[in-house]
């Protein structure tokens, strides 16, 4: 993806457009772009935003994926999706979803529901 590559404005401009583009929320509205906080770097709990990268080998969503980030973090999917792919160490983005968080992995186009275990 490249995320951390970006300046503030372009990762303003794409948090935006991943708000507008995936409902959010149980009326499967999407939220407005002040309702989330700025895409911030960070391995902390509280920040509803997180960019990190896949700790090894990603081979793709298989219905309860467990998902261990460089950052110490590791989240389970909880949406039932299947989709192989491939990658080491993708690059991926978890943003606050309704009640819950999404992961979008890169080279991945669909975001997955997920939840930390760690």
Do not use: C
């Amino acid at each position: 993806m490249g995320i951390h590559k970006l300046t503030s404005k372009e990762k303003e401009r794409l948090r935006v457009h991943i708000v507008n583009i995936y409902p959010q929320g149980p009326a499967g509205t999407a939220m407005n772009s002040s309702a989330m906080p700025s895409v911030t770097k960070t391995t902390s709990s509280s920040t509803s935003t997180i960019e990190s990268n896949v700790d090894g080998d990603f081979e793709g969503w298989e219905g309860e994926t467990i998902v261990k980030l460089i950052n110490g973090q590791i989240w389970q999917q909880t949406e039932y999706y299947y989709h192989y792919h491939y990658a080491y160490g993708p690059e991926v983005l978890i943003y606050r979803s309704g009640g819950g968080y999404k992961m979008k992995v890169e080279g991945i186009e669909k975001p997955v529901m997920v939840s930390r275990l760690r």
